[in-house]
């Protein structure tokens, strides 16, 4: 039988040979996850031996990753902001890029804040968890990915404190207004920016939350052009962005945010990934 290090070196490598930029890492997470294991206790019990029951869901999940599927679909979850968030086909997976969102929106505080387009939850339950005087109401036009986030929510024990509505962008807040606080993570890749993304995100990401139609803006200026009566005058708006469009979105902003001094804050790449309005 082989050993459980020996299994990772096999599938480490088999990994590698089928492209995948994270064999080891990826090798890892499948290996714990299959044997019910945490990473490090795969190194605690290196020479335990495998059995071929144990062995065969490990090369199910490895043929499957092999192919092209998402690591965190494949386990059900990821980390954000140090904590572990359910995801399924239904979401996207949250993103180390998205935490520089939830930093700059935690630095500034907010008591009533909107998540539009939540997804996972990852943005509203996160800020709940850090602001435990918060209320964050999120929405989201997918039935499947509400979902998730109230499972996200219990998860994490803010489940009251999160309002989770379905409906288009801003729509579904009018009832729950007036927000000092209003974030998102947009769809903002555009038809032909599709084409050149990994095979992981293109062709099991869902598209609802990842495409964006026209020249990348357009989710943007749909979510400005409903925030009339929804924000208190001294309002923080702040949105992720590709950082080739963060002076546009910064034009968007001082155009329907008046007298909004805007600024855009840097990810850990040093590029432009949130733009951010505050009326003074």
């Known amino acids: 039988m082989p050993t459980l290090i020996e299994v990772l070196r096999l599938s480490t490598g088999f990994l590698a ?49 092999a192919a092209g599927e998402p690591v965190a ?47 996972s939850g990852c943005i509203a339950i996160t800020m709940a968890c850090e602001l435990p005087e918060a209320h964050v109401v999120a929405t989201d036009v997918s039935a499947e990915a ?31 207004a007036p927000f000092d606080m209003l974030l998102s993570n947009p769809p903002y890749v555009t038809e032909s920016e599709l084409r050149d993304l990994v095979a992981d995100v293109k062709n099991y990401e869902p598209h609802t939350a990842l495409l964006a139609s026209g020249d990348g803006l357009d989710a943007y200026r749909r ?34 945010v008046t007298d909004a001094h805007t600024r855009r804050i840097h990810d850990l790449t040093d590029r432009d990934r949130v733009v951010a309005a505050e009326r003074p």
């Open 146 to 176: 509400l979902d998730v986030a109230r499972t996200n929510a219990r998860r994490h024990g803010v489940e009251e404190r999160v309002t989770f509505v379905q409906g288009t962008w801003t729509e579904p807040l009018r009832r729950h």
């Open 223 to 256: 979510i400005l052009d409903g925030v009339d009566g929804l924000l208190l005058p001294h309002a923080y708006v702040a949105f992720e962005v590709d950082p080739r469009r963060a002076e546009q979105v910064e034009a968007l902003l001082r155009e329907h």
């Open 17 to 65: 040979q089928r492209g995948s930029e994270s064999a080891r890492l990826d090798a890892e997470l499948l290996t714990a996850h299959s044997l019910g294991l945490r990473r490090l206790d795969l190194y605690l019990q290196y020479d335990r031996p495998l059995r071929e029951e144990e062995l065969e869901p490990v090369r199910a999940l490895l043929r499957r990753r």
């Open 73 to 119: 679909y494949l386990v059900g979850q990821r980390e954000f902001y140090g904590r572990s968030f359910v995801v399924t086909p239904a979401v996207l997976i949250p993103r180390p890029d998205t935490e520089t969102l939830v930093e700059a929106a935690l630095q500034h505080g907010g008591a009533r804040i909107a998540d539009v387009g939540t997804g």
